[in-house]
């Protein structure tokens, strides 16, 4: 019987990174488009953070300023939440984020039939094609999230500077603010590996003679 020659986990981590490296601009705009919606996400999490704070503070001339940069306060409340509107464009953008990274995965697959193929006839099994499209999307997640999460808390501090003045950077709310950018990480690589498992699964599904036979 034959043995199953299986590769260490480092070596498909080490396989990831060079096919990244291999399609560094294509790897590049799919890590930007999920920078893009992370920041977003982020400055909308942060802002309403930094305005809670704000609001939790009982100063009267803070929240006539929020009430001045459109925020709805009502007698009584103790925080604020997103408008509908504010949550829609969120929630649209993420999803043309998923919708974007789906497009670029099964674009790579289509340029890689024949190096999927080749792993197919040493004897790749469909689940190892699968873990290396996936540590792909998570290398990848990982280092847009991070960046998107960083980029857009930076700039909803510096808006917050400029809309509410000096005074709202003594109450800036640190354990909240660090918690919607980890929030916000954890959304940005969930996305990026939900929009990898489809191309991941129609590359595992391949059979290696169609894939070795397509011309390139």
Known sequence: MARLVVLPFTKSIEIAYKSLQARFFRSLVTTLTLVLAV???????????????????????????????????????????????????????????????????????????????????????????????????????????????????????????FRFGPESLGNLPWPEIATSLATATLTGIALSLAGVLYPAVIAARMQPVEAMRVEQ
């Open 39 to 161: 920041s977003f996400l982020t400055f909308s999490q942060v802002n309403i953070n930094i305005a809670d704070s704000l609001l939790a503070s009982g100063d009267p001339d803070m929240c006539h300023m929020l009430m001045r940069c459109g925020y709805d306060i009502m007698p009584g409340d103790t925080s604020l939440a997103a408008s509908p509107k504010q949550r829609w464009i969120v929630i649209l953008s993420l999803l043309v984020c998923v919708v974007g990274i789906i497009n670029a995965q099964l674009m790579s697959v289509t340029e890689r039939f024949r190096e999927i193929g080749t792993m197919k006839c040493l004897g790749a099994l469909d689940r190892f094609i699968v873990r290396l499209f996936v540590m792909e999307a998570t290398i990848q997640g990982l280092a847009g999230a991070v960046s998107g999460a960083i980029f857009g808390g930076v700039v909803a501090i510096i808006s917050a500077l």
